[in-house]
């Protein structure tokens, strides 16, 4: 196995200057990375899906830690660097141009381990697909997604938080969500404005079945207005009042006080 060059180099020789508008912030510190990589645990003879690869200093990471690794990246100005990595260790990485909202997970990685740096919206759209699949378990082993660290803390939130809200539920759901590392701004090129954390996700065995349109509609009408009761938020929408009083949760209650399994109840009463 050959030397790579650093990252740096990389960069300058394909010319990869970040894009804001592709949401680039690069991760050159290859101990960071290597840390980040372990967040999934063992990941020998395991698959690895990393969604937004860059320059490749993540993949890199996965690469050492035995991974097969599945990149896809829209961006193609990264495929040549990413090329590189290919012949580095012939057979372990397959690199996929194109935009990750396109792609067929269920027959491209199917149990693999996801690993991703993105930029927070194509992040959170991933993540709420990803947890809202029709059929569970999930093609995901894992999830380890760095995000802002303002977002991180709305998937792993509580109840009675500010930061607790749909994103919360629909991840707690079926899901285990931990906050795995907070990234200082400074460890990426260029820096962001705001400092970055990775969450850790790991499928329930047997979340409580529901219809995920429900509980989205659900989530969406009481936390759009989370500071009024939920007698007032959810009255638009059918049979929620019904299924309040169904399960017994005083309506005069606002939508934070709800822990997860609560609005799961919830939702599952408005079905019937
Ligand atoms: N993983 C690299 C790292 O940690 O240094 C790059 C991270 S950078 C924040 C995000 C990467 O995601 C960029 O390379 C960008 O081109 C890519 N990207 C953005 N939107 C994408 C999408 N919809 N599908 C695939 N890749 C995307």
């Known amino acids: 196995m050959s030397e790579l060059p650093p990252l740096r180099t990389v960069i300058a020789r394909h010319g990869l200057d970040a894009s804001k508008a592709l949401g680039q912030n690069f991760l050159l510190d290859e101990q960071l990375l290597d840390r980040i990589a372990r967040i999934p645990g063992s990941l020998s003879g395991e698959t690895a899906y ?35 990595l290919e012949t580095w260790k012939p057979g372990v990485l397959r690199v996929i141009e194109g935009d990750a909202l396109e792609v067929d997970e269920p027959k491209t990685v199917p149990g693999a381990h996801v690993v991703a740096n993105l930029p927070y919206n194509v992040g959170t759209a991933l993540l709420v697909r990803w947890l809202t699949t029709a059929d569970w378990a999930p093609w995901w082993k894992s999830l380890t997604l760095m995000f802002q660290k303002e977002v991180a803390e709305r998937v792993v939130a509580k109840p009675g938080t500010g930061a607790y809200g749909r994103l919360a539920v629909l991840s707690q759901w079926r899901s285990d969500a931990r906050l795995a590392m907070t990234v200082h701004r400074s460890a990426f090129t260029p820096p962001p404005k705001v400092m970055s954390a990775v969450v850790h996700l790991t499928p329930r065995a047997a979340p409580a079945e529901v219809s995920v ?9 009481a936390f759009g207005q989370r500071r009024k009761m939920l007698r007032q938020s959810v009255k638009g929408l059918p049979g929620a009042i019904e299924a309040l009083e169904a399960v017994g949760i005083e309506p005069t209650r606002r939508a934070e006080t709800l822990s997860v399994e609560e609005f799961v109840a919830v939702a599952h009463a408005m079905r019937r």
């Open 50 to 84: 990393e969604v937004g690869p860059g320059p490749g200093g993540l993949t890199r990471a996965l690469m050492r830690a035995g991974a097969d690794v599945v990149a896809v990246e829209r961006d193609r100005r990264c495929i040549p660097a990413l090329a590189e």
């Open 213 to 221: 349109k429900t509980l989205e509609a659900l989530t969406a009408a």
